[in-house]
């Protein structure tokens, strides 16, 4: 990266799109289809209405996901990725096929909280 660039590297600048332990996990769930946030909350399990509604509301200012509200009663509101989003998805791709393979493995080593 040049040096007038507020990252390290390109690691570093990807990470500050998506770091955390729920960002993933919530693009995840949206790279087949648009999900409603009710379907995010019951697909990413164990996070909280509080957390969840902060990291979409980062990931939509980050350009990552678009948030659609259709102006209904009830109210319909829907999440979907963006072209960066969806580019995005595809580097994550070979991630998941990582622990997939491998987590038997991980299991074994990981120390879980």
Request: hydrophobic letters at 35%.
């Given at each position: 990266m040049?040096?007038?660039?507020?990252?390290?590297?390109g690691?570093?600048?990807?990470?500050r799109?998506?770091?955390?332990?729920?960002?993933?996990?919530?693009?995840?769930f949206?790279?087949k289809?648009?999900?409603?946030?009710?379907?995010?909350?019951?697909?990413?399990?164990?996070?909280s209405?509080?957390?969840?509604?902060?990291q979409l509301?980062?990931l939509?200012?980050?350009?990552?996901?678009?948030?659609?509200?259709?102006?209904?009663?009830?109210p319909r509101?829907?999440?979907?990725?963006?072209?960066l989003g969806?580019?995005?998805?595809?580097?994550?791709?070979?991630?998941?096929?990582?622990g997939?393979?491998n987590?038997?493995?991980?299991?074994s080593?990981?120390?879980?909280?």
């Open positions: 040049n040096t007038n660039s507020p990252f390290l590297c690691l570093d600048a990807a990470l799109l998506i770091g955390g332990k729920w960002k993933p996990l919530i693009l995840y949206l790279q289809s648009a999900c409603r946030y009710g379907e995010l909350k019951r697909s990413v399990n164990g996070i209405d509080k957390v969840l509604i902060q509301k980062e939509e200012a980050n350009g990552v996901i678009t948030r659609t509200d259709y102006k209904e009663i009830p509101v829907d999440y979907s990725l963006t072209p969806k580019s995005l998805v595809e580097t994550l791709r070979p991630l998941c096929k990582w997939e393979d987590e038997e493995t991980i299991k080593k990981l120390v879980l909280r």
